[in-house]
């Protein structure tokens, strides 16, 4: 009887299978959900659009339309493309201020490559990816120490009298890394 149940779901599973394999991908997942519908970008647009003229004859500029909408899409344009129109503004004399900026960026403009001249700094990923730093020079050997420091108060000599022995550090293994 347990092989007929699970005969019954093994052949269930993969008749169920059989059938979804028959469904194509972006149905199943538009049906679950799972695709956005995102809008088009070429359609969405900020301005009226186009339509046909009553006449086809060309109506002379400045009668009765009202060009202000454009005119300040075409000055936001021109200031995004050119900032010195955005600096100077289109009329009137310039402030203290603005003269100031662009002196200071006329003097910043002359010695532009002279940052490329020094050294660039350790940065923080170097810092600690190479955390270990130089080698260290020597270390105190510190059983020889040990007996220097008794041969002197044997002897009645102060501490600091002779050289204090040293030690070179062992080659690091596995390439550096311990």
Known sequence: MR???????VSLGLGLGALLTGCAGSDVTRAFGLQRNVPDEYTVTTRAPLSMPPSTELVKPGTGVDH??????????????????????TSGPDSSGQTMLINEADDAA???DQGELGKAGEGYVDALLFWKGGGAGSVVDGDAENRRLRANAALGNSPTKGATPTKKAKKSKMLGVL
């Open 68 to 89: 202000t909408r454009d005119e300040s899409q075409r000055m936001e344009a021109l200031e995004t493309l050119s900032p010195d129109v955005a600096l100077h503004g």
């Open 110 to 112: 002359e010695q532009a």
């Open 3 to 9: 092989v007929i149940v699970g005969f019954r779901h």
